[in-house]
C-alpha cells in the first residue's frame, strides 16, 4: 500500500496544543497546593485565557483542520464513524466532541477563576465586577469542576492510547511533527492560515489576556486615611 506523508497540524495549532498542556498542568498543580502559589495560579489562568482566545479566532482563519468548520462535527459524520466509514485527516468526529468539551470546561474555569475569591488573600482580576455572593458560588463550583476537567482530560489521554495500541493510529506524533502518514491519495494538505491569520489571532489574544487581568476596571477610590488618635 502506498503512503504518503500529509501536512494536516499548522505550527500555531501545534503550539496552542502544547502550551496549553502545559499552563493546565501548572494551574492544577497551583491550585491544589494553593498558599503562596495561588498568584501562580491566576497567572496561568490568564495565560489559558489567552490561548484559548486564540484558539476562538484560529478555529475560524487558521488552516484547513483548525478550523471549525472542518472538525465540528454533525450528525452524519457521528454516524459515519460509528460505522466505521469516516476516513477525514483532523480530529475523528468523537475526539472533536471530547476537544470541544475540553475548551469549554476550560472556557468556564477561567471566567469562573477570573471572579472568584479564596476568603483570605486571592481575589480574581475581575472580582470587584460582582457581588461577594456570586463570587463565592462561582468560586465554588470552579473548585468542584476542576475534577469534571480532570476526568475529561484522562478520557482524552485513555483515547490517545487506545489508537495508538489497539488501532495502530499514533495521534500524538502529528501534533508534533504537523505531518501524518496516509494511504488516501485523495487526502489533501491544510491550507491557509498564514502569517496574517496569526497576527490577528495574536493581537486577540494579546487583548483578552489584557482585559482579563482588570485592565478595564476603574481604579480603587483611595482609602480614607485614618487619623491617629489624640491620647
Not at 489567552?50 to 482563519?61: I, M, P, Y
Request: hydrophobic share 55%; with cysteine.
Amino acid at each position: 500500500m502506498n503512503t504518503r506523508q500529509v501536512r494536516v497540524w499548522d505550527l500555531p495549532t501545534r503550539i496552542f496544543h502544547w502550551a496549553l498542556l502545559a499552563l493546565v498542568v501548572v494551574a492544577f498543580a497551583t491550585g491544589l497546593i494553593g498558599g503562596n502559589l495561588i498568584d501562580w495560579h491566576g497567572r496561568a489562568g490568564l495565560g489559558i485565557c489567552g490561548l484559548l482566545a486564540f484558539r476562538l479566532v484560529w478555529g475560524f482563519v487558521g488552516s484547513t483542520y483548525a478550523r471549525f468548520t472542518d472538525f465540528v462535527p454533525g450528525p452524519a459524520h457521528i454516524w459515519a464513524h460509528i460505522r466505521g466509514e469516516w476516513n477525514g485527516l483532523g480530529h475523528n468526529p468523537f475526539g472533536a466532541l471530547s476537544v470541544l468539551a475540553l475548551l469549554l470546561l476550560l472556557a468556564f474555569q477561567v471566567g469562573s477563576g477570573l471572579v472568584s475569591n479564596d476568603d483570605i488573600a486571592f481575589e480574581g482580576p475581575l472580582y470587584a465586577l460582582i457581588g461577594k455572593d456570586t463570587s463565592d458560588w462561582l468560586s465554588s463550583l470552579h473548585r468542584q469542576s476542576v475534577w469534571l476537567l480532570a476526568a475529561f482530560v484522562a478520557l482524552h489521554v485513555l483515547a490517545i492510547l487506545y489508537y495508538a495500541h489497539a488501532k495502530k493510529d499514533n495521534l500524538v506524533k502529528p501534533m508534533i511533527t504537523g505531518v501524518k502518514t496516509v494511504s488516501d491519495p485523495e487526502a489533501k494538505p491544510a491550507r491557509g492560515g498564514g502569517a496574517l491569520a496569526f497576527v490577528l489571532a495574536l493581537a486577540v489574544a494579546v487583548a483578552a489576556v489584557w482585559a482579563a487581568s482588570g485592565a478595564l476596571l476603574p481604579p480603587p477610590p483611595p482609602q480614607a486615611a485614618q487619623e491617629t488618635p489624640a491620647w
